[in-house]
């Protein structure tokens, strides 16, 4: 199974950006797309952002488009999230993980890592 860790959260004021890194090892991380999700403690995890195996094929939720962008580099068996224009409302723990294909806004597994927490201040 893939595993994977979370980092590049932090503080910052409303406007400022953040990248978020998701780095993978064990099963092959170049033949699977990839999402991430947030998380407020109180509600469900949401979709954010997710890409196809080459990086090719994007899907935002609307709240992140316009102002995130997903990428990744199968070298690096990384995935990022470059986050713009941030806002009280994103502070949240981002999680990545496996997505289904032909579904790129659903998870593959309901397992999940530590995440990052992203707070922003107004």
């Known amino acids: 199974q893939v595993q994977l860790v979370e980092s590049g959260g932090g503080l910052v004021q409303a406007g400022g950006s953040l990248r978020l890194s998701c780095a993978a090892s064990g099963r092959t991380f170049s033949s699977n797309a990839m999402g991430w999700f947030r998380q407020v403690p109180g509600k469900e995890r949401e979709f954010v952002a997710a890409l196809n195996w080459s990086g090719r094929n994007t899907h935002y939720a609307d709240s992140a488009k316009g102002r995130f962008t997903i990428s990744r580099d199968n070298a690096k068996n990384t995935v990022y999230l470059q986050m713009n224009s941030l806002k009280p409302e994103d502070t949240a723990v981002y999680y990545c993980?496996?997505?289904?294909?032909?579904?790129?806004?659903?998870?593959?597994?309901?397992?999940w890592g530590q995440g990052t927490q992203v707070t922003v201040s107004s």
């Open positions: 993980n496996v997505v289904v294909t032909t579904d790129l806004a659903r998870p593959r597994t309901d397992s």
